[in-house]
């Protein structure tokens, strides 16, 4: 049985241009899954129908408002900062079911972001952050839904996936 990965999925203009970006700077023998946003890094396998019910009670509402809102140098690479209350909101109704089943790394809210660029020298991540900024302006994304994952190493399978119905 694979962990489970728990992610927001976003609208299609904005997943294609966030997913170009990524395979344009992402070193393409690392990247092996698409561009995405993080919520939980490793579920129990065990809890994949729990976790696709409460997936569906929180995709009931609207679409959460979002903003890409700035840069994050991650040291070795590059993501999109993400803001959105509202998912975090969900997030922390997921985790608190899952209470005593998180690892330490998903016990605490995530820092939304989509990774750009990952796992290079310090200073290609330097080059790229300050390029990308020189254009950066703060907009909108669209949520679309969630997605769950089995990871199975590098790749993952998509396992269950809702959207948001508003």
């Not at 209470?99 to 939304?112: I, K, V, W």
Request: glycine share 6%; with cysteine.
């Amino acid at each position: 049985m694979h962990p489970i990965i728990l992610t927001a999925t976003m609208g299609k203009a904005d997943f294609a241009w966030a997913d170009a970006l990524r395979r344009r700077h992402f070193p393409p023998d690392r990247n092996h899954v698409p561009a995405h946003i993080t919520l939980f890094h490793h579920l129990p396998p065990s809890c994949l129908d729990e976790l696709t019910n409460l997936m569906r009670r929180e995709a009931r509402g609207s679409a959460p408002k979002a903003m890409l809102a700035g840069l994050v140098n991650l040291g070795s690479g590059v993501a999109l900062r993400v803001e959105c209350a509202e998912l975090l909101v969900s997030r922390d109704v997921i985790a608190d079911h899952f209470a005593g089943m998180l690892t330490p790394q998903d016990e605490h809210p995530p820092r939304l972001h989509i990774t750009v660029q990952n796992k290079v020298a310090a200073a290609e991540a330097k080059a790229l952050h300050a390029e990308l900024e020189r254009d950066f302006r703060p907009r909108p994304l669209a949520i679309a839904g969630l997605a769950a994952w089995h990871y199975l190493g590098p790749h993952w399978q998509l396992a269950a996936e809702v959207r948001f119905r508003g």
